[in-house]
């Protein structure tokens, strides 16, 4: 449960006055990221004004519900992933209390634990999509479906990313002594990477499960 004095906030991007190189490149890369799920949308609106009849009948086989309360859980790792970065920012890698003090939680519980979100998020996913093809709705089987699995499937890839990347910057804080600057630079690009999915996936239910 080790924990280092408060990193300072003007370190935290690098140099003061300069920010770092990897979070200026992370920023740039999710800016190109970006733009494949701007073509999706695109394609998504796109192909649903050419066939509004196949939009109406596919769309029926969704489970709002079940999707709406899976958003929330990913939503609420956004929150948590944030509370991680405070926590780095304080230089506390790991709790300095019970587990049950959550006032008391480092970097590493917080990101534990929308790890956790995330990884439940995929289960979701993973449920849903087998309710459909039990449905009939496949990659194959319409327009509708090629785009929806396409768009879904892609952030899916995303977010298992994120995940890798939360137990990459958790595991660091074992096999370290002392929790660096290094590592706090680490935590924020793994957030920055992890708002990024959140918002997209924000974006997307909106997109297929409201507007249909």
Not at 36 to 53: D, G, H, I, Q, S
Not at 57 to 86: H, K
Request: proline fraction near 2%.
């Amino acid at each position: 449960m080790a924990t280092t004095s408060a990193i300072p906030a003007s370190r935290l991007h690098g140099q003061e006055g300069r920010p770092s190189m990897v979070t200026v490149g992370t920023i740039i890369w999710l800016a190109s990221d970006l733009l494949f799920f701007a073509a999706l949308f695109a394609a998504y609106f796109t192909v649903r004004n050419v066939t509004p009849e196949l939009w109406a009948q596919e769309t029926e086989l969704l489970n709002f519900p079940f999707a709406a309360t899976n958003t929330s859980i990913l939503v609420a790792s956004s929150v948590t992933c944030q509370l991680g970065v405070f926590a780095a920012a304080r230089g506390k890698a790991g709790r300095s209390a019970g587990l049950l003090n959550v006032r008391e939680w480092g970097m590493r519980e917080w990101f534990t634990l929308s790890f956790i979100m995330g990884a439940i998020f995929v289960g979701g996913q993973a449920t849903e999509y087998a309710e459909l093809i039990h449905e009939g709705l496949t990659l194959s089987s319409s327009a509708y479906g090629s785009l929806f699995y396409l768009a879904t499937g892609f952030h899916g890839i995303h977010v298992v990313a994120g995940l890798m990347a939360f137990l990459l910057v958790i595991g660091r804080t074992f096999v370290t002594r002392k929790f660096t600057h290094e590592q706090a630079i680490s935590a924020i690009v793994v957030s920055y990477y992890w708002h990024f999915v959140d918002v997209v996936w924000v974006a997307l239910f909106a997109s297929i499960y409201i507007l249909q």
